[in-house]
C-alpha cells in the first residue's frame, strides 16, 4: 500500500505510553477543528471535533485540546495501542468558508 | 450505511492520456470534495461542490482538470492530457453540510500513477 507520511515528522511512542500530537493553525478566524488518522493506503478518518468556544473535549481514549490564544492544537491518545500508528492530521475551517484546511500532518509510530 | 466510495483505486496510465475518477458520496450528503495527497504529505483542496454546482474551482491546479457532479450523488474528476505530476492520490469527500459542525467523510481515495 502508500507510504504515508514518507516525510512527516515522527512521534515514537512505546505501547501502552501517552500520546500528545500537536498542531499549530493558521487561521484566528477558524471556529471548528477536526483531528483525522490516515492509516497507509486509506482516506483520512475522522476521530474528534472541537468548536472554538470550547478549550477541551473527550472521547474514547482521545482527548483535544485547543489554545486559541496561541492557536494551537493538540490531541492527547490514552494508552496508546499498536493499531494507532498511523499519520495524524489536524484540519480547520471557519463557519464563512466551506474549505476544510489540513494541517502538514505527524507521523505516529507504537514501539511494541 | 456505506462509506464514500471511489473508484478506480488505482490506475496507472501514459503521460498524455486522458483519466476519469469516480466518487459517490454518502447518501443524503449535499457537499462534495475533491483533495490530492502527494506521497508523504498533506491534503491539497481542488474543489467543492454543494448539490451539483460549484461555486469554488480555484483549486484545481490547471484547466487540464475538471470535474462534475449529477444532483446530490456522484463527481467525477477527469484529468486531460496527464502529466508526470499529476501522480498523487486523489481523495473524494462528503458531508452533511459545506462548513463549521459537519465533518467530512472520505474515501480510500484513487491512486493515480502517470508513466
Not at chain 2, 48 to 71: H, I, V
Request: charged share 20%; glycine share 10%.
Amino acid at each position: 500500500g502508500e507510504n504515508v507520511g514518507l516525510h512527516l515528522p515522527t512521534l515514537s511512542v512505546q505501547e501502552g505510553d501517552n500520546s500528545i500530537i500537536n498542531c499549530a493553525y493558521s487561521n484566528s478566524a477558524s471556529d471548528y477543528f477536526i483531528w483525522y488518522k490516515q492509516e497507509s493506503g486509506k482516506g483520512p478518518q475522522f476521530i474528534i471535533d472541537i468548536r472554538s468556544n470550547m478549550d477541551k473535549r473527550q472521547g474514547q481514549r482521545v482527548t483535544v485540546l485547543l489554545n486559541k490564544t496561541v492557536k494551537h492544537l493538540s490531541l492527547q491518545i490514552a494508552a496508546t495501542q499498536p493499531g494507532d500508528s498511523a499519520v495524524y492530521f489536524c484540519a480547520e475551517i471557519s463557519d464563512s468558508s466551506y474549505k476544510l484546511i489540513f494541517g502538514s500532518g505527524t507521523r505516529l509510530l507504537v514501539r511494541p | 450505511g456505506a462509506g464514500v466510495s471511489q473508484s478506480p483505486s488505482n490506475k496507472v496510465t501514459e503521460k498524455g492520456k486522458d483519466v476519469e475518477l469516480r466518487c459517490d458520496p454518502i447518501s443524503g450528503h449535499t457537499a462534495l470534495y475533491w483533495y490530492r495527497q502527494r506521497l508523504g504529505q498533506g491534503l491539497e483542496f481542488l474543489i467543492y461542490f454543494q448539490g451539483n454546482s460549484a461555486p469554488d474551482k480555484s483549486g484545481l491546479p490547471s484547466d487540464r482538470f475538471s470535474a462534475e457532479r449529477t444532483g446530490e450523488s456522484v463527481s467525477t474528476l477527469t484529468i486531460q492530457r496527464t502529466q508526470q505530476e499529476d501522480s498523487a492520490v486523489y481523495l473524494c469527500a462528503s458531508s452533511r453540510r459545506p462548513s463549521g459542525n459537519s465533518p467530512l467523510h472520505f474515501g480510500n481515495g484513487t491512486r493515480l500513477t502517470v508513466t
